[in-house]
């Protein structure tokens, strides 16, 4: 690194700091936009600021906004009687991408996860029990990972939940589409197993 | 994408314009920036206005500098009557990292590759014959990719170099180390053969 710019080796530090960017991928990308594209690397810098400055969290379910409230919130057509307990906003994307859930969210932003020091108190718990108390909410449909924390936080919301006389209902585990008996793990197949339905021809 | 902030919708699309990021790992980058740690996002941010602003190409030997010339080209203890061409700048930082070659270095921006339609004129040719009028220079190494496109500016090169009364080398070619011949392709074999050089025990 001796003979490379200052800005430069300062770039392709910033760069290794992302995740799964390593020092190798830093200084191709900045190379790439140095050497070639420096139009990118202003308006990729203007991007960062402002995303980082004008994306906050929804006040309501903590899902990503640039004002109070974020787009799923303010749309009334969505059931306000129904809310998806999620840990993460990339979990409520993917659960909009299917497009089949129309009711609100609430995000955790964390688990419940002993082994790495996370508590409850590190979840967005007591905000989810203020939007309960107007008895509005009749269901949370807890959309944890199926996860050893994912499903410890389930467990430990569910019992919340239901101390607070909201049924909760858990999203079902079993078999994915397409998945081989063969390479499915025991966990799974156990699952699959217990949660077995009826079939009516 | 329908319901995130334009912001962030704009920063993924950044992302994903630079080489080999895709979509998904745009979006996880733009999550992790906004979500866990906006100081990052910022100090990105500046480096990336500041690289493309302040970084251009030496005057001389055209590798990347944020002065007039670069720091190999300004510095006296370099060997002033050796160059070393090289594709791009990766390759220069690729033999700067060895330590052992002492010249200095031109940096083509290009190679000869009439396939992708780019001609000799699409490389620094001429700024290289500019830096062999003064008689200076006694050797050019000729350090391009062991590629079609590398061969043929390789060759192509020191026609002109010829004609021009300067010697010019190329980089040996033959079975990398650690290289096993049963893994090794036909032209690595063919020209390892045709290298061959005499044991002295």
Not at 179 to 186: I, W
Request: contains cysteine.
């Amino acid at each position: 690194m001796i003979s490379l710019p200052q800005a430069m080796q300062k770039l392709i530090r910033e760069f290794s700091r992302l995740p799964s960017i390593g020092e190798k991928s830093a200084t191709r990308l900045a190379y790439h936009l140095v050497n070639h594209d420096k139009q990118l690397a202003l308006s990729l810098s203007d991007a960062l600021r402002k995303a980082a400055e004008s994306v906050k969290l929804c006040q309501r379910c903590f899902y990503l906004t640039e004002e109070d409230l974020c787009t799923i919130c303010k749309n009334p057509s969505r059931d306000q009687s129904l809310i998806c307990l999620v840990e993460k906003p990339a979990d409520l994307m993917a659960i909009e991408r299917v497009g089949e859930f129309r009711g609100l969210y609430h995000v955790l932003h964390g688990l419940w996860a002993p082994l790495r020091g996370q508590g409850p108190e590190s979840m967005k718990l007591q905000e989810l029990l203020e939007r309960l108390k107007d008895g509005v909410i009749r269901e949370v449909i807890i959309a944890t990972g199926s996860t050893v924390e994912g499903d410890a936080t389930a467990l430990y919301v569910a019992k919340m939940l239901s101390d607070f006389g909201v049924q909760s209902t858990r999203l079902a585990q079993g078999m994915p589409k397409g998945g081989e008996l063969e390479y499915a793990d025991d966990v799974t197949l156990s699952r699959a197993f217990a949660g077995r339905n009826l079939i009516n021809p």
